[in-house]
């Protein structure tokens, strides 16, 4: 995994407000590493994972937000999405390639 990330190319760091005694960094892929990845996990393993197009990438990338300061805190969890009993149950439904073992 280190590899990997050395590898990446990274793209983008966040680094918290000055005067913060720790530092923390954010990675984000550049875009042809992500495909690339993507291309060798569908060809490798395709029992876990499901087809991603450069749209469905390109569609992703602009949702990301990168995480706040209260979803770094390592505070409380919320509840899942109403009608789910556990986060491991809402993540199997939504990615093939997840399992909650």
Same mark, same amino acid.
């Given at each position: 995994m280190v590899? &990997?990330?050395?590898? /990446? !190319?990274?793209?983008?760091?966040?680094?918290?407000?000055?005067?913060?005694?720790?530092?923390?960094l954010f990675a984000v892929f550049l875009? &042809?590493?992500?495909? /690339? !990845?993507i291309a060798h996990r569908q060809a490798t393993t395709p029992h876990q994972t499901f087809p991603m197009s450069?749209?469905?990438?390109?569609?992703?990338r602009e949702q990301f937000q990168v995480p706040d300061a209260d979803e770094l805190d390592g505070g409380e969890i919320p509840s899942p999405p109403a009608g789910w009993p556990g986060w491991a149950e809402w993540a199997v439904d939504?990615?093939?390639?997840?399992t909650d073992s």
């Open positions: 590899d &990997d990330l050395l590898e /990446a !190319r990274l793209q983008a760091v966040h680094v918290p407000e000055v005067g913060d005694d720790r530092v923390e875009k &042809d590493v992500q495909l /690339a !990845r450069e749209a469905d990438v390109d569609q992703w939504h990615w093939p390639s997840c």
